[in-house]
């Protein structure tokens, strides 16, 4: 069936793939039918997907630098653009997004925005020339353009507590997602995720990483979107929900004005559950100021373009001008489901809100919503909380809470689907948090593997050598990051936030300054980079002690602060220091050419 | 000037463009909301809150191709593209 070389055969190979995993679908649909419980549904999906995973690492492994680093540059553009998306997309976008939306409306769609936008200047101020220059790691880039061991190391630093502070709440959200799926305490969940993500990426590195997440974005995708279109056809919004909602959301609107969001006393809201909140705010009013919208949305673009774990899947496409065409890939295939987070959203909004629809509960008698089976199950996994606070029998707007997760997790259920689409959305949540763990995971493993002990401390190292480094170092880190999720210290999303800004903090500008302006020289771009994410940093801390903040600048957005701080340090420190010698600034030439070998594998 | 120079003056070109782009959707109409949700947008949806969820998205994707393409162009245009790939 298959003959040739793997790359060609690449869409066949996944092609036979989907359909398996469609045809799976059936069989636990049919299963279901036969008498199949819920749990055993849950556990096939997600041990099936999770086996799939493990299999393709284990076919990918590798012995060579090339393709434990960067996959061999072999990997087609739009593979790489599947693999960036399943990359991209966390545990947050897939479980938490669409409930952000849900709750917060218009203030939380700042998001959408910025995690789409920054990938226009990951394409055009970056990912081709960071290519061209054939670097393995981010750093290694840092430390070549700038030279020097103090640069290079700064910028494994900066990495390092950009990913890593990512890579707690993706473990914690595999731990999650298996703690429901095998019910089994989230304490050992945790290490069964990690143990997944570390299958993947163990033995092939890159190439495993990137194989698996394409399998990943396939799984993740069709669970993402199958439910939308499901909810929407079967309660009559539209066959095609993202062209067709109009009404509904109008809808949504009209009840809200009906409903009234009255205001809880703060004696009623100690009654609900941690994280559990209510509809608040309206689905599609403008409820933010423009600056609190754009501020966000900023610093969320500033940091994508800074995030070495994207960065890096731009160093596996086989040419400069593959590298540009996969970005816009990758967009595209994270549009897919970024643009249905919202529709879910109002899908799962109006199927509890409108009181015309059987599910609808708003209104309806707080005894009979609360004997509804779905009700039951997710108030016992504490993600649902009902309390007739007025005393008057029937469940206001105001008296019911939900937990964010619950959008993605418990919709299907209350639309009335089988059982199997939950287990199938199981699956998909474990995908994408696998995969963006994965990523980030070896995007340390890899600066401190090659930057830190190559480069810096044994760069006499034979490579048998440094791939035994670089697996321990994943493992370590793995385990470091799925002890740190066990504390559960922090929520999803919120670190996922600060990720972003200090990576923006310390890396944006020296990345972009590094290519676009030829007169930045070491000096500054060590100043750049360690003031950036001091101040970034102290920022943060400030805020999260009460400070006061200025300029509108919150905890969510201090890498606008911490960058700006660069960008300044950068440029004086720059200008009053010599600048760089010839042979650098020949080399920032030959980086704008798209043609000819690339920087490092002329050295 | 040089071949290699000018071949920098047409890409910083293309950059200015492509950011401009960029800024107009991602920062730009969002400095007027509140004003542009009162207008119906495509598909019926209030127009801002169209944008945010389907149309800046939307637009930033064609926006990537067209910039990619363009470069190419550009490249070619100075005999600096790469061959036998793809």
């Not at chain 1, 959408?112 to 226009?120: A, H, K």
């Not at chain 1, 993202?242 to 409903?259: N, P, S």
């Not at chain 2, 944008?51 to 926006?63: M, P, Y």
Request: net charge neutral; with cysteine.
């Amino acid at each position: 069936m298959i003959k040739g070389n793997f790359i060609d055969n690449l869409p066949k190979v996944y092609g036979i793939y989907t359909g398996g995993f469609l045809a799976f679908i059936i069989i636990m649909a049919i299963a279901e039918q036969m008498g199949m419980s819920a749990k055993v549904i849950g556990i096939c999906f997600v041990a099936f997907t999770v086996a799939i995973y493990a299999i393709i690492g284990w076919l990918s492994r590798t012995a060579q630098a090339d393709a434990y680093y960067v996959a061999g540059r072999q990997v087609p553009t739009v593979f790489n653009g599947m693999a960036t998306a399943a990359d991209w997309m966390s545990g947050a976008s897939f479980v938490a997004m669409a409930g952000g939306i849900y709750f917060k409306g218009y203030g939380y769609m700042a998001l959408l925005v910025g995690w789409t936008g920054g990938y226009v200047l990951v394409a055009s101020l970056l990912a081709p020339y960071l290519r061209k220059f054939g670097c393995y790691t981010v750093p290694d880039f840092i430390g070549t353009r700038y030279g020097g061991n103090l640069a290079r190391l700064l910028a494994v630093i900066v990495l390092t507590v950009a990913s890593f502070t990512y890579v707690t709440a993706q473990i914690n959200a595999t731990g999650t997602i298996a703690s429901v799926a095998l019910d089994i305490p989230f304490q050992y969940a945790v290490y069964v995720g990690l143990v997944s993500i570390l299958l993947c990426s163990m033995l092939g590195g890159m190439r495993g990483v990137t194989w698996t997440q394409v399998a990943q974005y396939i799984v993740l995708i069709i669970a993402y979107l199958l439910p939308v279109f499901w909810i929407s056809n079967k309660i009559g919004a539209g066959f095609f929900p993202h062209f067709m909602l109009a009404d509904e959301v109008a809808r949504i609107g009209e009840l809200e004005q009906q409903f009234g969001f009255v205001a809880n006393s703060k004696e009623n809201l100690a009654m609900v559950p941690k994280g559990l909140a209510g509809i608040t705010k309206a689905h599609s009013a403008v409820n933010a100021t423009p600056w609190a919208f754009i501020s966000l949305a900023l610093a969320m673009m500033m940091g994508t373009a800074s995030l070495p774990h994207v960065m890096m899947r731009y160093f596996t496409t086989p040419s400069v001008k593959a590298a540009r065409k996969s970005v816009g890939w990758s967009l595209f295939f994270i549009f897919l489901l970024y643009s249905s987070a919202p529709m879910l959203a109002t899908l799962s909004k109006l199927s509890l809100m409108d009181p015309s629809l059987p599910t609808g509960i708003i209104g309806k008698s707080v005894a009979d919503v609360q004997a509804i089976d779905w009700y039951q199950n997710w108030n016992q996994a504490n993600l649902m909380f009902i309390s007739d606070f007025n005393g008057n029998g029937t469940v206001e707007l105001n008296e019911f809470f939900m937990g964010g997760k619950a959008v993605v997790l418990a919709t299907p259920e209350i639309a009335g689907l089988p059982y199997v689409i939950s287990g199938l959305v199981a699956a998909g949540g474990m995908a994408a948090a696998m995969s963006t763990a994965d990523g980030l995971i070896l995007a340390i493993a890899n600066a401190l593997s090659h930057d830190l002990y190559y480069k810096i401390i044994d760069p006499k190292a034979e490579t048998a050598k440094r791939l035994v480094v670089a697996r321990v170092l994943l493992v370590v880190i793995g385990f470091a990051g799925a002890t740190i999720a066990a504390m559960e210290i922090q929520g999803i999303l919120g670190s996922v936030i600060w990720a972003f800004d200090f990576a923006m903090s310390g890396l944006f500008f020296p990345l972009v300054l590094g290519v676009w302006w030829k007169r930045a020289n070491r000096e500054g771009a060590i100043a750049g980079m360690a003031l950036g994410l001091i101040s970034g940093a102290g920022y943060l801390i400030w805020v999260r002690n009460g400070g006061s903040g200025f300029l509108g600048i919150t905890q969510l957005t201090f890498g606008i602060f911490g960058s700006a701080v660069s960008l300044v340090a950068m440029v004086v420190v720059s200008l009053i220091t010599s600048e760089p010698n010839a042979a650098t600034q020949k080399m920032v030439d030959e980086v704008r050419v798209p043609s000819g070998r690339t920087i490092l594998g002329k050295q | 000037m040089s071949k290699q120079a000018q071949h920098w003056e047409k890409t910083r070109g293309l950059l200015m463009v492509t950011l401009a782009i960029w800024f107009v959707f991602s920062i730009g109409i969002f400095l007027f909301g509140a004003e542009m949700n009162e207008v119906t947008g495509p598909f019926g949806y209030p127009l801002t809150y169209w944008f945010t969820c389907q149309g800046s998205l939307g637009i930033f994707v064609i926006l990537i191709f067209w910039f990619a393409n363009r470069q190419e162009k550009i490249d070619e245009e100075f005999g600096f593209s790469e061959r036998g790939d793809d």
